[in-house]
Nanobody
Framework: QVQLVESGGGSVQAGGSLRLSCAASGYSYSDYCMGWFRQAPGKEREGVAGISTSEGRTDYGDSVKGRFTISRDNAKNTLYLQMDSLKPEDTAMYYC????????????????????????WGKGTQVTVSS
């Protein structure tokens, strides 16, 4: 059974930092690209950051470039998102997602713009940034 479980969300003031984690199980983690998405109330789901399989290529949404860092630990089957210099507009539910190696090889990093391509999803963790 595939499981993606996010943690690390919370409330923080603008300018602060949070580190999200996503623990994966039930599939061959290292063979999948991984990504973080977010969705605020009334808005579409937005790709935040993605990372390829073993070579670790990364890509970021324009709104988070230079502030967020995605990383993965294939030995621990865990994905991370370090979020610095947080802004109130970063407030959203954050989801981690997995993209099969086949789709990743064809569509990464463009797949960050198409949530429908991704194979597996977690249930999300809430991030709230106050001004």
């Amino acid at each position: 059974q595939v499981q993606l479980v996010e943690s690390g969300g919370g409330s923080v003031q603008a300018g602060g930092s949070l580190r999200l984690s996503c623990a994966a199980s039930g599939y061959s983690y290292s063979d999948y690209c991984m990504g973080w998405f977010r969705q605020a109330p009334g808005k579409e789901r937005e790709g935040v950051a993605g990372i390829s399989t073993s070579e670790g290529r990364t890509d970021y949404g324009d709104s988070v470039k230079g502030r967020f860092t995605i990383s993965r630990d294939n030995a621990k089957n865990t994905l991370y998102l370090q979020m610095d210099s947080l802004k109130p507009e970063d407030t959203a539910m954050y989801y981690c997602a997995a993209l099969s190696g086949f789709l990743c090889s064809r569509y990464f990093p463009a797949a960050l713009t198409n949530p429908n391509l991704w194979n597996y999803w977690g249930k999300g963790t809430q991030v709230t940034v106050s001004s």
